[in-house]
């Protein structure tokens, strides 16, 4: 049972009535709890304690009212409907899906079959078929996330980077950096991936590697659900659907294991200087997976080629076989790509090519990426207006400087400027064809509104309102990679995740929101919580513009979106109230609610 301090209901009779009033922050502080206490069980051996904590947070409440809000307000797939057509869109209606599913048990969960739907792969020609499970039943792998995540991150391999909490893409990225310097000998690079990962792993293998988990019953009626494709059912013998909440951590779970296959050893080792303790391979190859991309890294270009054979047992456990036109093995100086970046040793001036030099740049698969969307961008609003365009190309170019910044990009970002500029001239006289170039420079290009650069040469909208961005202004940081086997469900790194996430915050949010969460130092005023987490956040008006307010930084805050929903829920726009004095009132309303409910509940029991 949880805690009545942390959920808005009074017992099982009580029904959840307002979306609103649910206290978001404090119930994941509650499974953020419950989750270090599983990892921390895990790493003791406490096999039946990680069973016991597992079932807990299960039947919790808590994870319940989390997992419904992240499959229908969070996750990328919200709109999507499963075979049932449903769709938990509103806040009523999910209430109402609450209400309905505290009434059943996740242990004896029937699932239905996933919608199949097809999305076009990366390369542009190739569709990706996805199973799109229904509302109840994404829920349920939310919650079956929730507890087997803590347990296998225990487990899982330093390695491993891809669908995993606080690791990403550039993790990799910096590993492979890491590995491969100047001074390294592993030059012979194999490069692998999985034919059809997610449509062939062995369900038999899956289930044995979660034999003691609680809702294993469960577990194994998803991969067995089916599909429905044209309104034709179809049974799954193998494999893990992709679109389902659930499947990246079972496919992770699959793959684990191919630095013991190959026999890839560490040892610790303690800096002399910093007193830092660090983890050296002890073998002449190393492994970098992310999901079912990875590269091993290798000494003798012999040693690269037995990978082929050294991988069988490994592949055979699993269900899956190499894809042919994916894996090969080369030499460093050649340069390979892997998640969209080209990795390649250069040879130094200095030494008159005796030192080499590995330099990380955009692949040029990802640059022929960027520019198809920008084509399709201009394609989009060529019929529009500036400020249309200007909308809808910022997010583009701010996205792929985030995602290269990591990298030696300055040139990439020079060339798609211009690549971005030229289109933009063009797109500007085909807009005002009866006018010359002059007329056009005076209406629409101006200086930087934002004070970044002195770039005079700037789309903006006649009214000033909106800018277009360079790629150029972003700068580069090298990203910082996380430490060896380090969970942010281990409670001893808190202070390490929270320095850790306050990088990666400024690394991928604008530069206004950066400002406004330093001078808030991270903290959300109206619930005085971290702004640090998955919770998604709004900028609020201290004081609102109905009320004479600017949208000056003195007047901004950065805050939850759950506390701004119950801020304006608190006081609707009717006569000015001093900001003082509505903090308290709110912190007030927040104390009674729940001291109400903490009492209903006591008179209940």
């Known amino acids: ?56 947070l299960m039947r919790s409440e808590a994870a319940l009212l989390l997992s419904i809000r992240q499959v229908t307000q969070l996750n990328k797939g919200k709109r999507t409907a499963g075979v049932d057509g449903y769709k938990a869109s509103t806040p009523q209606e999910r209430v109402e899906l609450f209400n309905n599913m505290r009434k059943y048990n996740i242990f004896n969960h029937q699932p239905s079959p996933a919608k199949r739907i097809y999305i076009m792969k990366k390369d542009g020609k190739k569709l990706r078929p996805l199973g799109i499970p229904v509302i109840m039943d994404r829920t349920y792998q939310n919650i079956v996330k929730m507890a087997l995540d803590p347990q296998w991150e225990q487990r899982f391999e330093s390695i491993s980077y891809g669908f995993r909490p606080k690791r990403s893409q550039h993790d990799a990225v910096e590993a492979i950096f890491n590995k491969v310097d100047a001074k390294s ?47 034709v059912f179809n049974r799954t013998e193998f494999g893990t659907p992709q679109g389902s909440v659930v499947s990246p951590l079972l496919a992770n779970i699959a793959l684990h294991g191919m630095e013991e296959e190959l026999g890839v050893n560490y040892r610790s080792k303690t800096d002399k200087k910093t007193g830092t303790v660090y983890h050296e391979v002890l073998d002449t190859k190393t492994v970098v997976r992310y999901s079912d991309d990875f590269v091993i890294l290798c000494e003798t270009k012999k040693e690269a080629e037995s990978m082929y054979d050294k991988l069988k047992p490994y592949l055979e456990k699993r269900g899956l076989e190499l894809a042919p036109d994916k894996t090969r093995v080369t030499h460093i100086s050649e340069g390979f790509d892997f998640l969209r970046f080209n990795f390649r040793q250069y040879p130094t001036n200095k030494e008159k090519g005796r030192l080499w030099k590995l330099i990380i740049k955009p692949s040029k698969e990802s640059q022929a990426k960027m ?5 399709d961008c201009f394609k989009k609003n060529q019929a529009a207006n500036v400020p249309a365009l200007i909308k809808d190309i910022n997010p583009i170019i701010r996205g792929y400087a985030n995602y290269w910044k990591a990298i030696s990009a300055k040139k990439t970002f020079s060339k798609m400027d211009d690549y971005i500029f030229k289109k933009t001239k063009r797109f500007l006289k085909r807009l005002h064809s009866a006018k010359n170039w002059a007329w056009i420079i005076k209406r629409y290009f101006k200086p930087d509104i934002h004070g970044q650069s002195k770039d005079n040469w700037l789309l903006t909208d006649t009214h000033g309102k909106y800018q277009i961005i360079r790629m150029a202004w972003t700068p580069i940081v090298r990203h910082t990679m996380i430490k060896y086997k380090n969970s942010p469900y281990d409670s001893t790194l808190k202070e390490y995740y929270i320095q850790r996430d306050i990088k990666l915050f400024e690394k991928d949010n604008i530069a206004s929101r950066q400002k406004i969460a330093k001078s808030q130092k991270h903290i959300c005023p109206l619930c005085v919580t971290s702004l640090l987490t998955d919770e998604a956040l709004e900028v609020h008006h201290k004081i609102p513009k109905y009320h004479g307010g600017t949208d000056e930084y003195k007047n901004l805050w950065l805050v939850h979106s759950s506390c701004h929903i119950l801020w304006h829920k608190a006081f609707p726009a009717k006569g000015k109230i001093p900001t003082t004095v509505m903090i308290k009132a709110f912190k007030k309303m927040l104390r009674q609610k729940r001291e109400a409910k903490n009492n209903k509940t006591q008179r209940m029991h």
């Open 1 to 56: 049972m949880i805690n009545a301090s942390l959920i808005p209901k009074a017992s099982a009779a009580t029904l959840l009535t307002d979306w609103s009033t649910v206290p978001w922050v404090r119930l994941e502080r509650y499974v953020r709890k419950l989750q270090q206490r599983i990892y921390h069980a895990e790493s003791l051996g406490d096999k039946r304690k990680v069973r016991n904590l597992q079932r807990l």
């Open 185 to 231: 000998k592993k030059k012979w690079i194999f490069e692998g991936d999985f034919r059809g990962c997610f449509d062939n792993l062995n369900h038999d293998y899956i289930m044995e590697q979660i034999k003691d988990f609680p809702a294993k019953d469960t577990v194994r009626k998803w991969l067995k659900a089916g599909f429905v494709d044209n309104e």
């Open 371 to 375: 520019i198809r969307k920008i084509q």
